[in-house]
C-alpha cells in the first residue's frame, strides 16, 4: 500500500491560535479573539497563495498588515517565526519510522506548505523515511485541488496499489476520495497509531 501522510496537525505540531497569542497578545488576548485572528491570517486566501509558491514571505507579510491594520514588521516577524512552531509530533513520527522500519509500505507525503517551512522540515531526520512528496510551495497547487493529489500520483506511479491517505482537513479528505484514495480523517495526532493499525490490518 501507498502512504500519504499531510503533515501539519498529522506529524508536525500546528497551533495557530498559539502562534497569533505569542505574537499579538494585545489583540489575542481571549481564545475568541486567538482564533479570529488567527482565521484572519491563516484561512485568507492570501496565505493560500503563500502556501501555493504565488507570493513570498514579505509579500504575504505587507498583504497581511495592511489588509488587518497591523504593523508590518510585527506581521513579518510572525511570518518568519512560524517555523519555530512546527515541531515534530513523536508519536507520529515514531508512527512512521516504525514503518519504514518495516519495509512493507511506500510511503509519501502531500502537504500545504510554503516554501520556507518546507527547507526547514527537511532537515529534519525522519524526511529519510518517504519515498517522495509534494510540498505545495513547490508546485504552485494546492489541497484540496484535485490536480495535487493528481500530481503525487503522476509523479510516483501511485495507481498500481492502493493509497491510504491521513490528513486533519475535511474538506482534503474529501478531495483524495475522489481521487479513488482511502482516507483517515485525523482530528487528534495521538490517534493516529490506532487508526493507521486498524486500517492497515483490517
Known amino acids: 500500500m501507498n502512504i500519504v501522510f499531510d503533515f501539519g496537525a498529522v506529524l508536525v505540531q500546528w497551533r495557530p491560535h498559539d502562534v497569533v497569542r505569542k505574537h499579538f ?4 488576548n481571549t481564545p475568541e479573539s486567538a482564533a479570529q485572528l488567527a482565521s484572519s491570517f491563516f484561512a485568507h486566501p492570501d496565505w493560500q497563495e503563500f502556501d501555493a509558491g504565488r507570493v513570498s514571505a ?3 507579510s505587507q498583504l497581511s498588515a495592511t489588509r488587518l491594520k497591523l504593523d508590518v514588521k510585527a506581521v513579518q516577524k510572525m511570518v518568519n517565526d512560524i517555523e519555530d512552531h512546527i515541531t515534530p509530533i513523536a508519536s507520529s513520527v515514531q508512527v512512521l519510522e516504525s514503518l519504514y522500519a518495516a519495509k512493507g509500505h511506500k510511503l509519501y507525503f502531500l502537504s500545504n506548505m510554503p516554501a520556507p517551512y518546507a527547507r526547514g522540515l527537511e532537515r529534519h531526520a525522519f524526511m529519510r523515511c518517504f519515498d517522495g512528496g509534494i510540498f505545495s510551495g513547490d508546485h504552485g497547487l494546492i ?3 484535485p490536480e495535487i493529489f493528481q500530481k503525487l500520483e503522476a509523479m510516483h506511479e501511485l495507481k498500481s496499489q492502493p493509497i491510504l491517505f491521513i490528513d486533519d482537513h475535511p474538506a482534503n479528505i474529501a478531495a483524495a476520495q475522489k481521487q479513488g484514495w482511502q482516507a483517515i480523517h485525523l482530528t487528534d495526532p495521538s490517534h493516529l497509531p490506532d487508526l493507521l493499525s486498524q486500517r492497515l490490518h483490517a
Request: net charge neutral.
Open 143 to 145: 489541497k484540496p485541488q
Open 25 to 28: 497578545p494585545d489583540i489575542a
Open 58 to 60: 514579505q509579500a504575504i
